[in-house]
């Protein structure tokens, strides 16, 4: 796969109204900066912060969010969107550079911790190459089926998903974003709990594989709670159960798989890394920066539109939980097969 062209831009209110409305067209409130949780003087030179995906989806808008929330402590952050190889390309470009503090990238749960298992061949090592900052956002999945679908077998919850199953061996089937995404391995993680089988549909993509599911082509699909709001909504998608040990203030009558399957629970995640050599002194300023914004009421606000949950952690605490996400989707990655040459 080559790699394709960085996009810079220098982030502007104006370019934070065009990438939301490209997600979810819901920020229409004030976007007021979130108070910083210092004052102090602006750095002299510009930072970039790298998007290892395309401009307009929730990872880079939150990334938007958070150079604006930083500009008072740590002066203009550009954002470069550099997407290509699943997220390596532009997270490969965050662990070779200067150990200066002056670029810091989005860490994600696809990069950081599926990726190394999927992958044959990695342009940079996970647990080593980066310097964690603070964990970002937390997403809540959501195992939603097409809501004609699910009237037709009259399925409500996640117990009766399981016995039509069971009673109908091979006859579900499931879409995702395609081999090694979350949405396979969360499914594959809950045909192994459940007990039953259904047939993986892989799809270029996790819009492709939404659109499967909304023309009834596939029976249900595990996507990020982000993405599926709109159509639950709509009524044109059921929310089954959610992915979090507990239920989620985003879709407080929907159950979470562990009421039913013990302990389970996989989420979508992103935070933010810089190069390894980093001093620790940097990433310390850097972690109170971007934790001071994670925490303004103002964010959470705006996190909230997009059914995210602001994360603020230590480096230490990020560094600890990446580790143990890249340890259970070893596992998971390892059971299906999945490898990407």
Same mark, same amino acid.
């Not at 550009?78 to 200066?100: L, M, Q, S, T, W």
């Not at 195992?143 to 699910?150: F, P, R, S, W, Y």
């Given at each position: ?145 097409? =809501? @004609? !679908?699910?009237?037709?077998?009259? /399925?409500? &919850?996640?117990?009766? $998903?399981?016995?039509? #199953? ?91 798989? =562990? @009421? !039913?399957?013990?302990?389970?629970? /996989?989420? &979508?995640?992103?935070? $933010?890394?810089?190069? #390894? ?65």
């Amino acid at each position: 796969m080559h790699p394709q062209p960085a996009t810079r831009q220098i982030f502007s209110l104006a370019s934070l109204v065009t990438a939301s409305a490209l997600v979810l067209g819901a920020f229409t409130a004030t976007l007021a900066a979130p108070a910083a949780a210092q004052t102090a003087a602006p750095a002299s030179k510009v930072m970039r912060l790298i998007v290892p995906y395309a401009p307009g989806g929730p990872i880079d808008v939150t990334a938007r969010l958070m150079a604006e929330g930083v500009k008072d402590t740590l002066g203009t952050v550009i954002i470069e969107n550099r997407p290509g190889a699943g997220g390596n390309i532009g997270v490969d470009a965050v662990a070779k550079a200067a150990p200066d503090g002056l670029t810091v990238g989005i860490a994600a749960v696809a990069t950081h911790a599926i990726n190394p298992w999927l992958f044959s061949k990695m342009p940079y090592n996970a647990a080593t190459d980066f310097a964690p900052i603070t964990q970002m956002v937390r997403v809540p999945n959501v195992l939603v089926m097409n =809501a @004609d !679908t699910a009237r037709r077998l009259n /399925i409500n &919850t996640l117990a009766d $998903l399981i016995s039509y #199953a069971k009673a109908n061996p091979a006859k579900l089937n499931y879409a995702s974003g395609g081999n090694g995404s979350a949405g396979h391995l969360a499914g594959e993680m809950f045909k192994a709990r459940a007990g039953i089988f259904a047939l993986h549909i892989p799809y270029n993509g996790g819009n492709p594989a939404q659109l499967a599911l909304l023309s009834g082509q596939v029976d249900f699909n595990f996507d990020n709670l982000a993405t599926a709001a709109p159509n639950i909504r709509s009524g044109k998608l059921k929310a089954i159960a959610v992915t979090t040990l507990t239920r989620t203030g985003a879709l407080p009558d929907t159950p979470p798989m =562990a @009421d !039913t399957l013990k302990g389970f629970a /996989i989420d &979508t995640w992103w935070g $933010l890394v810089a190069p #390894a050599a980093t001093p620790r002194d940097v990433v310390a300023r850097l972690n109170q920066a971007f934790v001071g914004a994670l925490n303004a009421p103002e964010t959470k606000t705006r996190f909230a539109t997009l059914l995210a949950e602001p994360v603020p952690t230590t480096p230490d605490e990020f560094g600890a939980f990446m580790k143990g996400e890249r340890a259970k989707y070893e596992k998971l990655v390892k059971a299906t097969g999945a490898r990407v040459d």
